[in-house]
């Protein structure tokens, strides 16, 4: 089983319930992503049902089949893989709902974990309304997302909210040297474990090139920025989506413009431009910031319900130059 890194009073609070037998029916287990919320799921189900005296113990009936993703009762929920959409459809929430009425085949506790509960449609979330709300009896939810702010807030009132953290530098440091992986890693992936793997697997190349070809775009004419608009929304060769790194380089951007502004220029994420990063400061601390900050939540948003994404970083990017521009003229 794979260690959990961070996060450790989270967990030790949940453990607390789980074996005083007071856990909450549904927790929304929320934080950034590549943190561990969807393994200490997964380790929970394992905890709970295991058959052995020093749970989990990874061998036992119980725990193989948790392992191998084939136990009955331990149900995870993700996005259709036949749709082009990230969505987990409403066909999917009733095929959950379904299941539920049937007796559990062997857990102490059936376990449904839908991962990420953000892709869930509003008609399969408002379809599961009534279940999150009074499951059968011995069955446990665990809803996990790193965008919160999305869901219904029905969904989000149903549910006790757990919410886990970036783990600690010092932490993710060693935990990286000991897989012979770069330490340096833990600042760029902001104490993501999940994030820090990407990086080292060649992400973290791709995400520096897209930084030099956004800053080298900014202020230049509407027809330069439409181009590389062009270039980052098509995808990748690889599994990262090119509009997505965009939009997470100038959300990079933008936070260490405001660790700029706020005298910690030694946390910045790209310390090579420093430069440009004080002009960033300078324009758009603190309004602009907060202003390109909701169109990237926008921009989010409009990705996820399949908008084109040339579309989307044209909408982003001029917002960026118009802000820019304002504050050149003030």
Known sequence: ???????????????????????????LFEGPE???????????????NCLSDHA?????????????GTHPDVVVVGPDPEKLTRIITADQARAVITGLQLQRHSARRRFVIIDPVDAL??????????TLEEPPAGTQFILVTSRAASLLPTVRSRSQRVRFGPVAREALEGWLSARGLDPALAVLSAGSPGFA??????????????????????????????????????????SVERTTLAVDALEELLRDAVFVASGRERDVLHPTHLGA??????????????????AIAAARDRLKLNVNGRVVLE????????????????
């Open 121 to 130: 449609s509003e008609e399969g979330a408002n379809a599961l309304l009534k």
């Open 1 to 27: 089983m794979e260690e959990l890194l961070g996060n450790e009073a989270v967990r030790a609070r949940i453990w607390r319930a789980a074996d005083e037998g007071r856990m909450h029916h549904c927790y």
């Open 197 to 238: 793997l990407r990086l080292a697997d060649g992400e973290a190349q791709e995400r520096r090139d897209v930084v030099e070809q956004l800053l080298g775009v900014v202020g230049q004419p509407l027809h330069l920025l439409f181009s590389f608009s062009e270039a980052a929304g098509k995808r990748s060769e690889g």
């Open 277 to 294: 990063l004080r002009v960033w400061a300078a324009a758009l601390h603190p309004g602009g910031i907060g202003r390109l900050d909701k």
């Open 34 to 48: 590549g943190v561990g919320k969807a393994m200490t799921a997964m380790r929970l189900a394992l905890t709970v």
């Open 56 to 68: 989990p113990c990874g061998t036992c009936a119980s725990c193989r089949t948790i392992l191998a």
């Open 315 to 330: 909408a982003l990017f001029t917002a960026l130059n118009l802000e820019l521009s304002q504050a050149r003229r003030a």
